[in-house]
């Protein structure tokens, strides 16, 4: 979670994962997530697209 802070970065971050781990880069404070949860979070990814319903109904709209 990022909320304002009274800070030179004016954010600060609130980590309720494990996984992810707020670190302090140069003044900087990032949220650093480790390199195998990379990996397992393109394991449920997404497919970018067009969805089957809305070719179909493209397809019907340029008929006419």
């Not at 650093?32 to 394991?43: C, V």
């Not at 109904?57 to 340029?62: N, T």
């Amino acid at each position: 979670m990022v909320y304002s802070a009274r800070n030179e970065q004016h954010l600060a971050f609130k980590v309720h994962r494990p996984d992810w781990i707020p670190t302090d880069c140069d003044g900087l404070e990032l949220v650093k997530r480790p390199k195998g949860a990379e990996k397992a979070s393109m394991a449920g990814h997404i497919k970018h697209g067009w969805s089957n319903a809305s070719k179909y109904r493209k397809i019907k709209k340029f008929d006419k």
